[in-house]
């Protein structure tokens, strides 16, 4: 039997599940479909939990300090505690060349009217008790960014889209999307046919082989990237601290501590890992903590509780992909969030459900920079 919907989502992940809830706050009948058994099973299981508006461009800044508001607000607002904490991101400078690329983005960023302002090597100390202090000149500090638990957050949402009306389809993995003319007509999983006014892709880290099935071709290719966290210890420090040097074997590395106590983090490898493999690396956690001790040496004897691996849907540029389908109308793309669909989805989610429902917002600019048909001439910054 066919099953009729004003929209549906493919995806039940960082994005899928929050734009669910303020779709059917909209009073639309909204369902999702998603392949595995439950929401966040895919990649938003694997994110560490950052959230900063700490970007390069005006579209993530906007669409973040968004996010940062729905994070912020869920507890007195809805009563879920998703482990919000509002510790900031500092961004601590060891070469001279690190020091002006942030100097240079924070008067962008202060322009796109973002919290955020350089600290003097004696405010980062001050700011993170126990830094190495051997040649550090600064950093940039955001005070609103912050961190909170993705499975905790995902429950809260699926909780609220539910409580909403939204209906949700566990098990059932898109295998056939039939058109006629510019429109998709039926979606067809391995347990039913949907169709819906309009049809959104939030498939993660296999939207391009969604796309495809209605013979779309968009330039969203997974890599992997590998994280971990530690037993919980003493309060350290409250900041996500990333440090942008690259190194032979990675670009960057980033940790903080989490309202429990456990120290979280992740490496940017280099070169990038294509592909779809999730399975754990023994380089990993060697490289890693040679990099933390070196710039927070109290962390020597932490002790790490476990390793994880997940994929990084990226793009050419490294901005999502955000728009309709110009080959068929009834069909949006929010995809390609290049790892950081935890922090942009909460506020991507709020933001499109007024732009679907109403056909304007004042966050039109985001659309018409992370259009999927723009040039990829440009990169982010702060990948």
Known sequence: MLKRYDILIIGAGSVGVPLAYYLALEKLRVAV????????????????????????????????????????????????????????YCYPAYRREEERTFKELLQIQVRYKLNISWLSVDAVIRRIPGINPEGLLGGTFSPEDGSASPLLTSDAYFQLARQSGAEFYFGEEVHEMRTRGKRIEEVRTNKGTYSAGLIINC?????ANIARLSGQDFPVNPDSHEAGISEPVRSLFDPMIVDMRPEKDSKNYYFYQNKEGQIVFCITPHPARNGFDCDNTSEFLPLVVRRMIGIYPRLRSLRVRRT????????????????????????FLAIGMCGQGFMLGPGLGKILAVHLTSGKSDYDFILKQLNPYRSFDSQEALQ
């Open 33 to 88: 479909l998603e392949k595995e058994a439950s929401v966040g099973r895919g990649q938003n299981r694997a994110a560490i939990g950052g959230v900063r508006a700490t970007h390069s461009d005006p579209a993530k800044i906007a669409i973040c300090q968004e996010s940062i508001r729905c994070f912020s607000s869920m507890q007195d607002k809805h009563g879920f505690d998703i482990h919000w904490k509002q510790g900031g």
């Open 308 to 331: 994880w691996r997940g994929l990084y849907p990226m793009t050419p540029d490294g901005f999502p992909l955000i728009g309709y389908n110009r080959e068929l109308e009834n069909n």
């Open 203 to 207: 498939a993660g880290a296999h939207a």
